[in-house]
């Protein structure tokens, strides 16, 4: 596939980020998402990877620079434009138990993005009718969980179920992106396979794009069609997976791929 014939989904420009107007964690920061497409992003902590992901989903302003969202600009003051924005993205993050309401029985949790956007069922829960209970049931089975579980609390079942309810709460709006930030790096080693195996299973049945962040290079590089690499707040590198070892890396690039040799 011509990547240049595929329509643009995500677009950054020249983002500028600084705390206390010294402190800059992001540095001119300019990325482009394709539709269906997994962008990894990778780089040490603290490097602004998690700023990045949460400047893009608008939990925190930016200094300068603009974000284009199937190419419209985002503009936080319009509201139509940013429920509609809202609608479109979700995100993942590594501690599943802070996403979750204690509180809540996980038939709502998982409920609980179609309910706050008042989003129709998407296409692939039509079958489902009306029913909150056969929604949430469904959705729970996407993502390898069993219906008896909507009845819990977060805290009764175990951290991988939390993260795959997290994803099935990603999906019910069928978005056209999600975030991914450190989605597995909580998880055990047999169960962080199982999760990444049934991210690329979502990803190829829902065809939505992804950007994935880690500093897990071999994990960015298993999940993703292109790598960014972030070092102190800046982009250094950009490349598709197939060209990591090739001789043109950055240094930085290469200081990464030393790591796991």
């Known amino acids: 596939m011509n990547p240049k014939l595929v329509p643009e989904l995500l677009v950054v420009q020249d983002i500028q980020k600084s705390y206390r107007k010294k402190n800059k964690v992001l540095d001119g920061v300019s990325l482009t998402i394709r539709a269906g497409e997994c962008v990894g992003l990778i780089g040490e902590s603290g490097c602004g990877k998690s700023t990045l992901a949460r400047c893009i989903m608008l ?8 974000i284009w969202f199937q190419g419209n600009p985002v503009q936080a003051s319009n509201r139509e ?29 998982v409920m609980e993005p179609l309910d706050q956007l008042e989003q129709k069922v998407p296409a692939f829960l039509k079958d489902c009718g009306p029913d909150r209970r056969e929604i949430a049931g469904k959705l729970l089975e996407c993502v390898g969980l069993s219906r008896e579980l909507l009845d819990r609390y977060p805290h009764e079942i175990s951290g ?7 994803m099935a709460r990603a999906i019910s709006v069928e978005p056209a992106l999600i975030i991914m930030d450190e989605p597995t790096s909580s998880l055990d080693t047999l169960i962080q396979s199982e999760m ?44 598709v997976k197939e060209e990591l070892f090739a001789p043109d890396r950055h240094p930085y690039t290469r200081q990464l791929v030393a790591e796991y040799d």
Request: proline residues 3%.
């Open 59 to 66: 939990m925190q302003g930016v200094d300068s620079g603009a």
């Open 81 to 109: 434009s940013l429920k509609r924005y809202k609608g479109q993205m979700q995100a993942v993050f590594q501690n599943p138990s802070a996403a979750l309401n204690p509180r809540l029985r996980l038939l709502e949790s």
């Open 160 to 166: 991988g179920q939390k993260q795959r309810l997290c």
């Open 196 to 239: 990444l195996n049934l991210l690329k299973e979502l990803q190829g049945r829902l065809a939505f794009s992804y950007l994935f962040i880690s500093h897990d290079l071999p994990v960015v590089q298993y999940m993703c069609d292109r790598v960014l690499v972030m070092h102190e707040g800046r982009l250094v590198d950009e490349f």
